[in-house]
Nanobody, 121 residues
Framework: QVKILESGGGLVQAGDSLRLSCTAS????????LGWFRQTPGNEQDFLAA????????FYADSVKGRFTISRDNGKNAVDLQMNNLRPEDTAMYYC??????????????WGQGVQVTVSS
């Protein structure tokens, strides 16, 4: 069974940076793509970014291109999401997921519990 564990959420001010981290362990975790989604109350999860198992292919939602960067440490099977120039509208619960990419987004199969990111204006 794949286990996902996130860390790094918090409260920041607009314009600040924040780095989210996630480790995926167990089962076939090392062969899966890893990525990040976010969700605000009453809304569906939005795909943000993903990286394949070999860390050679990257996928980003248009809404975060240029501000968010995903990276992967295959030794630890960990993925980070570096978020720069944060805006109040980035406030959400952020989820790490493991799965397969299709159509330039991640199809999450295994999910973490989520971390809260709050950006104050």
């Amino acid at each position: 069974q794949v286990k996902i564990l996130e860390s790094g959420g918090g409260l920041v001010q607009a314009g600040d940076s924040l780095r989210l981290s996630c480790t995926a362990s167990g089962g076939i975790a090392r062969s899966l793509s890893l990525g990040w989604f976010r969700q605000t109350p009453g809304n569906e999860q939005d795909f943000l970014a993903a990286i394949d198992s070999s860390a050679s292919k990257y996928f980003y939602a248009d809404s975060v291109k240029g501000r968010f960067t995903i990276s992967r440490d295959n030794g630890k099977n960990a993925v980070d999401l570096q978020m720069n120039n944060l805006r109040p509208e980035d406030t959400a619960m952020y989820y790490c997921a493991a799965g397969f990419t299709s159509g330039n987004i991640l199809r999450g199969m295994h999910w973490g519990q989520g971390v809260q990111v709050t950006v104050s204006s």
